[in-house]
């Protein structure tokens, strides 16, 4: 029985270790994508522009190889009231470009790549703060926001 609680007990802190030592970049073909210590977004180690900043962390997909650019999915992670936000960073030779923010707060996402788009479709999303019923009613409705050719729209119209 020793032996089993010893063996658990290291097992927890070999887990707990990696996760300390856990970066959180992803590597285009033009360079990394990394996280600050800040919880900035950078590359190359200069922050991206227009500059992304977590509100608690962010998250960074493998890069999506679409032509000339690499593209990521960036998940902004915040807190109760709105649990995320995401962005895409177009990654090329002369730089990476951020789009604006976009999403509805959910951080129930499917993303689907076709072609040289990229769909990132969610529900809406009310916080603990609304109505039992408006949360209701935004859990039912479905996003979508489209990544082409760097720019994010939701409905045809661009995301500001």
């Given at each position: 029985m020793r032996k089993y609680i010893f063996s658990i007990t290291l097992l927890l802190l070999a887990?707990?270790?990696?996760?300390?030592?856990?970066?959180?970049?992803?590597?285009?073909r033009f360079g990394a994508l990394?996280?600050?210590?800040?919880?900035?977004?950078?590359?190359k180690g200069a922050?991206?522009?227009?500059?992304?900043?977590?509100?608690?962390?962010?998250?960074?997909?493998?890069?999506?190889?679409?032509?000339?650019s690499d593209v990521v999915l960036v998940t902004d992670n915040g807190g109760t009231a709105c649990p995320a936000l995401y962005y895409f960073?177009?990654?090329?030779?002369?730089?990476?470009?951020?789009?604006?923010a976009f999403g509805t707060c959910s951080d129930l996402i499917k993303v689907k790549r076709t072609g040289a788009s990229v769909s990132v479709s969610m529900p809406g999303y009310r916080g603990p703060?609304?109505?039992k019923r408006s949360q209701n009613?935004?859990?039912?409705?479905?996003?979508?926001?489209?990544?082409?050719?760097?720019?994010?729209?939701?409905?045809?119209?661009?995301?500001k």
């Amino acid at each position: 029985m020793r032996k089993y609680i010893f063996s658990i007990t290291l097992l927890l802190l070999a887990g707990t270790s990696a996760l300390a030592q856990e970066t959180n970049s992803t590597t285009t073909r033009f360079g990394a994508l990394t996280v600050s210590e800040a919880g900035v977004l950078l590359f190359k180690g200069a922050p991206v522009q227009p500059k992304i900043e977590a509100n608690n962390s962010l998250d960074l997909s493998e890069p999506y190889q679409i032509g000339t650019s690499d593209v990521v999915l960036v998940t902004d992670n915040g807190g109760t009231a709105c649990p995320a936000l995401y962005y895409f960073v177009t990654v090329t030779k002369s730089g990476a470009k951020a789009t604006p923010a976009f999403g509805t707060c959910s951080d129930l996402i499917k993303v689907k790549r076709t072609g040289a788009s990229v769909s990132v479709s969610m529900p809406g999303y009310r916080g603990p703060f609304e109505s039992k019923r408006s949360q209701n009613r935004a859990a039912r409705e479905n996003h979508v926001f489209i990544y082409h050719s760097g720019v994010v729209t939701e409905n045809g119209k661009p995301v500001k």
